[in-house]
């Protein structure tokens, strides 16, 4: 069973790279019905103001469907008010697993597939939407697909690439070369931090941020030279502390901070504060996903950022991670004729391209075209994605809540274990979650 899953979602995730790789260009003038253009008749129709809450991490207030212009569209065109649920990014898993729980349900949900399939109960909380007036135009069902269903909603087809953002223009002015090792890179290190700049930022205060690293790390190892290996953990004949490696990899983090390379408060430092960080050019690199170069191009779109792999190994790949941000739409959502509403509204060719277009999204839907891409996503294309240069992390394989590895992760730079402790701790924690799931050999 775990094999089918783990290649299930390893699939979604090869679809979604394919996609941008090929994404020269949208396509096709397939036409939509009204109420897929956002032109159906809306609760306004009755002339009563219906607010619907839509429940959203902190740490994506960059999101393309909740930029202001557009919920303000949609509530002139349509009498329907959208409340924001902000909930900050190192309590969103929790949040939403207690709203659902106890049937405080938001009328839709922003967050990721394939962790909406492990954390959220994807199919007993949520609705199946392969019938919406959209679903049709959709060109990459794979990305928001479970079970051969379509569960969540984007515009976009494309992963994210997780790796080491960094500030092109200081690269250049400081005459610095990527670093294909961890040697290379806290040489890198230390020539920034000579010129007064923080060589790199670390949010931890939100610890899924101390996940970057190790779950591109792990990946890219395991990769190469141990390729069973997440069958057989998921099987449990193996465990996390079996890879010595693994445990290097986890000192490596710990050792850039260590060096004096990072922000001081990392335990107090937060994902939100880190596009000002860029802007103000106060730091040189992030180990973090490619979003946060949209973040940071959204208020500054002269600002050149790239991203490269984590250099945990020599010659490393680039993380890659399933299509994020979607939305989806609770069962038991209070509003629910208006919470598919909004998604038809989003999925208009009309508000879909302004979207696809203000975002440098490959698009997936059928009549709404793909823009020219911005600089670092077609680097990531052209220097990544079409040689082969890419390793799912190791998030696409787990399947299980990862709340209790980032706490972990988060301890370590409180002082509270060591890498080995960690990888013994997760372990324990690993096998009673997935006993827990009813996993064979658990």
Known sequence: MISKNTKKISALVMASLLSVSLAACGSGNSGSNKAADGEGGGSGASGKKVTIELAISKSSQDSAFIQQDLLDEFEAKTNI?????????EQTTTVLQTKLAVEETPDIIQYNLASATTDLNLERNFEILDNEPWASRIVNKDVLSASGHIYSFHVSQDTGMQGVVYNKQMFEDLGLSI???FEEFLAV?????????TPVFMPYKDNWAANIWPAAAFADFVAKNDPTFFDDLNSNKRKWSDIPEFKTFLEQQYEVYKKGYTNVDVLSDSYDMAVGKFLNKEVAMMFMGDWLIEGVAQQDPSMRLGVFPIPALDNPSLGASPLGGQLFIPKKAPHLAEAKEFLNFMASKEVAQKIVDSKGYVSNLSDV????LPEYKQDIVDNYITPKKTVFTTDAYMLVDRTELYRLLQDQFAGGVTPEELLKAWDEKFAQLMKDKGVEGF
């Not at 008010?81 to 990014?89: E, G, K, S």
């Not at 290190?189 to 700049?197: L, P, Q, S």
């Not at 075209?369 to 020219?372: K, L």
């Open 179 to 181: 670093p294909t090792n």
């Open 189 to 197: 290190c230390e020539k920034i931090k000579a010129a007064g700049i």
């Open 81 to 89: 008010h959208v409340n924001l649920q902000l909930i900050p990014a």
């Open 369 to 372: 075209t793909t823009p020219e």
